[in-house]
Nanobody, 126 residues
Framework: QVQLVESGGGLVQAGGSLRLSCAAS????????MGWYRQAPGKQRELVAD???????NYADSVKGRFTITRDNEKGTVYLQTNSLNPEDAGVYYC????????????????????WGQGTQVAVSS
C-alpha cells in the first residue's frame, strides 16, 4: 500500500531547469533513503542522486553542481532541482525509496526494501 507519486517532468530548453517532486503515501513510519534514478533510451537505469533520512546526499558525477536533492521527512516527499539541463540529461526519471518502515493493520510494522514510482519524463531541447 506504500506508493510513490512523481510530478514535475516536462520539456525544457537546454540550460533550463525543472523541479521534480515525489510524494510517498501510506502508513509510513520512516524511509531510510530516497532517491532519483533515470533511464535514457537504450541505456541502463542509473542513479542520479539519493539522500538519507539524516540529509546526507550522493550525486552522480555528471550532475554534481547542477542538481540538488532535498527531502521533507514529515511530508515523506523528496525533490530534485535540476539546473543547467542539457540533452544528455533527458530520460525517464524514477523516484525510489529504500528501507520503508510501514505500520500494518495488525499493529506491527514491516520494512519494505525497495519501492519505485511510475517515472516521469524529462525532455531537453537544443
Amino acid at each position: 500500500q506504500v506508493q510513490l507519486v512523481e510530478s514535475g517532468g516536462g520539456l525544457v530548453q537546454a540550460g533550463g531547469s525543472l523541479r521534480l517532486s515525489c510524494a510517498a503515501s501510506g502508513s509510513i513510519l520512516s524511509i531510510a533513503t530516497m532517491g532519483w534514478y533515470r533511464q535514457a533510451p537504450g541505456k541502463q537505469r542509473e542513479l542520479v542522486a539519493d539522500i538519507s533520512v539524516s540529509g546526507s546526499a550522493n550525486y552522480a558525477d555528471s550532475v554534481k553542481g547542477r542538481f540538488t536533492i532535498t527531502r521533507d521527512n514529515e511530508k515523506g516527499t523528496v525533490y530534485l532541482q535540476t539546473n543547467s539541463l542539457n540533452p544528455e540529461d533527458a530520460g525517464v526519471y524514477y523516484c525510489n525509496a529504500r528501507a520503508v518502515a510501514e505500520r500494518t493493520p495488525l499493529g506491527t510494522f514491516r520494512t519494505l526494501p525497495d519501492v519505485w514510482g511510475q517515472g516521469t519524463q524529462v525532455a531537453v531541447s537544443s
